[in-house]
Nanobody, 125 residues
Framework: VQLQAFGGGVVQAGYYLRLSCRAF????????MGWFRQAPGKEREFVAA????????VVADSVKGRFTISRDNAKNVLYLQMNSLKPEDTAVYYC???????????????????WGLGTQVTVSS
């Protein structure tokens, strides 16, 4: 399984970005997916997760109301729509896939089987 995250960039506070993660798998809907981020000097943290069907999602409290996770199983792509960005959202964003529990929203980093390389998001004040 290969995951390729893209869509990061440098934006001003208050603007938006949409991250994408392309999965190179046969049946994308069999994978629960998640987004995590890691800021300089900090541990990697959970951002959002979605079930294989896309029917259930969860987002971290720190981004609730601003970020939305979604997926297009026909295109094998996971999305993270990030609105009203803040400087504290600056981080490398990673997508992750779990192949065991497609019906779960998984918030724990250790439960994911595959990781992309990450895409940098920088929000200036």
């Amino acid at each position: 399984v290969q995951l390729q995250a893209f869509g990061g960039g440098v934006v001003q506070a208050g603007y938006y970005l949409r991250l994408s993660c392309r999965a190179f798998v046969r049946t994308f809907s069999l994978y629960a997916m998640g987004w995590f981020r890691q800021a300089p000097g900090k541990e990697r943290e959970f951002v959002a997760a979605i079930t294989g069907s896309g029917g259930r999602t969860v987002v971290a409290d720190s981004v609730k109301g601003r970020f939305t996770i979604s997926r297009d199983n026909a295109k094998n792509v996971l999305y993270l729509q990030m609105n009203s960005l803040k400087p504290e959202d600056t981080a490398v964003y990673y997508c992750a896939a779990d192949e065991r529990f497609d019906s779960k929203v998984i918030v724990s980093m250790v439960e994911y089987d595959y990781w992309g390389l990450g895409t940098q998001v920088t929000v200036s004040s």
